[in-house]
């Protein structure tokens, strides 16, 4: 008979309670993002869509963040590169594509709003808009609501380091924390708002130190180690669960990508420093751990890459095929009375 | 019938919400134990509990905000703000938060908030106790906004806003708080949204008004009819959407029109109900479009003599009154 060895070290995941078929899906989710995102600036590029915006370098914080939560059941208030995010709990590339392509069958804004500007009910992804961190009350609303219905849910809201020193921000925290709501509050550091770097933003070392101000606690996580994030918010939402209140999660990564399609970054900083950056990418350290502990193979890979680019081909071609909008759509649903 | 005041007029209809439905609750600062700083919200935190009278910290953008994300989940919120001076706080949350959430999610999400606000002076409230902040919401599609002047209207408009679908600004004038009593009916009744009302008729000439100056004009009006000048007086009630048919109809009986506001005239509500009487009726008109509202200042000060000078009064629109109707 063959026996397993009993020295054979549990991995890290076992270790945090995730199967092998779950961390596989989420670098699944993490690389369709990254293929959907390539896409979308290739698109751009090529003039078939008006504007990206990217979330390169930030999918295994997102990941991480999103495999903690609930898939339609909890409350999700992403911001503009949370691709992978929604991606995690449940948006489609086909509906992506409709977004960033602002056709009528978007279910996002029905090709409104810009590409980002996540929002569905079937998936409880909240509607959001551009001004950074008005979500951040909107999530302290949601979680009140929980609290005041006795309701197992908890809330997810994300946002930039630099939209951190938003009043919305801090007022929401504050109320959060003073009612001690079921809230995670992930702030996405990726070390940049625009060309303004984090020293310019903020004069804290930490933007988790804010947390303090507000009373709960403020965790700082290595955003591109994806286990390391669903750990710490693992642990967040079983706080918020038990009545413990907020926590503010801040995930320290790069963006890799120009702040949008309309952004020269190498009039802000080096190639040099881009690239270091590149070498620190999320996706492949992922990858190589998951090799380590033979979830991924070569056959297994193959076959996904090949899966990924299938459904990236096939939304491509569905929405950029699909309908716009009529002209005349622009006067729907200003109010809920359409006579008036 | 009950004979009662403007503010327990208020106070009425969100216990009367309160009442009927669960997912009604109201928010603000003071709101809970001490009952609002003029007494709006008395009494609703010992029969409803802290939760549906919730005192929040002081801090006007996330008192939308938090009434906003719960509107959004199916809530029925009332965000008080404790002066309208104190609104601008809140303003992105109103106007690109709110105002905004249905359209641009294809009608997806709904916003069903009330925001009401104690605005306008002739309190000695100073710049910052006594704006109306009408004109910095009015144009905004997506938003409602009604400014009652009796307590029927108060009651009646209030119970439709919290049983509206979309967000409704509610400015209650603080002046008329005590100072306005009147009937209101011991059954369940609304004031529909976007009806404005006749409070008086005559046919020499038409004033558009809402707010306190609707009480300057009607007191203005009996004087003038001993004069033997009978005044049309049209209520908008609500600001937006604006009745624009009770607007025409109105101007069209007496040919002349006075609009009357407290707020400042550059870029008022007034001038709007001009723009359209002057797209619609222009060659119907006996004299030019009048308007006698707040002087273009920043806001009203403190002083006895100033305060007085800048609110508009019986005196001063019986005044405007009369020479429009000699004109
Ligand atoms: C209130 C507001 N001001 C300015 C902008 C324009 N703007 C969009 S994104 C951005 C930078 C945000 O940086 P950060 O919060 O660090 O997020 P990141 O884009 O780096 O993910 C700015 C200034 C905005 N959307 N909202
Ligand atoms: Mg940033």
Known sequence: MNHKSSAVETTRHEQLGLTDAQVLEMYRTMLLSRRFDERGLLLQRSGKINFHVSGIGQEAAQVGSAFAFRKQHDYFLPYYRDYAFVLAVGMTVRELMLSIFAKAEDPNSAG????????????????????????????????LVAKMKKQDIVTYA????????????????????????????????????????????????????????????GVRVDGNDPLEVYRVTKEAHERARRGEGPTLI??????????????????????????????RDPIPRFREYLYACGVLSESVETDMEAELAGIIKEATTYADQAPFPQPEDTLKYVYGDESI | MTTISYIDAINAAMQEELQRDENVFVLGEDVGVKGGVFGTTKGLMEQFGEERALDTPLAESAIAGVAIGAAMVGMRPIAEMQYSDFMLPATNQIISEA???????????????????????????GLYHSQCPESIFFGTPGLKIVAPSTPYDAKGLLLA????????????????????????????????????????????ITVITYGLTVHFALQAAEELAKEGIEAHIVDLRTLQPLDKEAIL???????????????NKTGGVGAEVSAIISEELLFELDAPIARLCGYDVPAMPISPPLEKFYMLNKD????????????
């Open chain 2, 99 to 125: 105002a905004k959430i249905r359209y641009r999610s294809n009608n997806d999400w709904q916003c069903p908030i009330v925001i009401r606000a104690p605005f306008g002076g002739g309190i000695f409230g």
């Open chain 1, 250 to 279: 801040e995930t320290v990564t790069y963006r890799i990508s120009p702040h949008s399609t309309s952004d020269n970054d190498l009039a802000y900083r080096t190639k040099e420093e881009v690239d270091y950056h590149k070498g």
């Open chain 1, 158 to 217: 994300s946002f930039g380091d630099g939209s951190s020193n938003q009043g919305d921000f801090h007022e929401g925290c504050n109320f959060a924390g003073v009612h001690k709501l079921p809230v995670v509050f992930v702030c996405e550091n990726n070390q940049y708002a625009i060309s303004v770097p984090y020293s310019k933003q903020v004069a804290c070392e930490s933007i988790a130190d804010r947390a303090v101000g507000y009373g709960f606690p």
């Open chain 2, 249 to 263: 109809e109105s101007v069209r009986r007496t040919g002349k029109v006075l609009i009357l506001h407290e707020d």
């Open chain 2, 316 to 327: 001063k629109v019986m005044e405007a009154m009369r020479k429009l109707a000699l004109f």
């Open chain 1, 112 to 143: 409104r709003q810009m590409p980002g500007h996540f929002g569905s009910k079937r998936l409880n992804i909240v509607t959001g808009s551009s001004p950074v961190t008005t979500q951040v009350p909107h999530a302290a609303g949601i979680a």
């Open chain 2, 161 to 204: 806003a919290i049983r509206d679908e979309d967000p409704v600004l509610y400015f209650e004038h603080k002046k008329c708080y005590r100072s306005v009593t009147g009937e209101v009916p011991d059954e369940d009744y609304i004031v529909p949204i976007g009806k404005a009302d006749v409070k008086r008729e005559g046919d020499d």
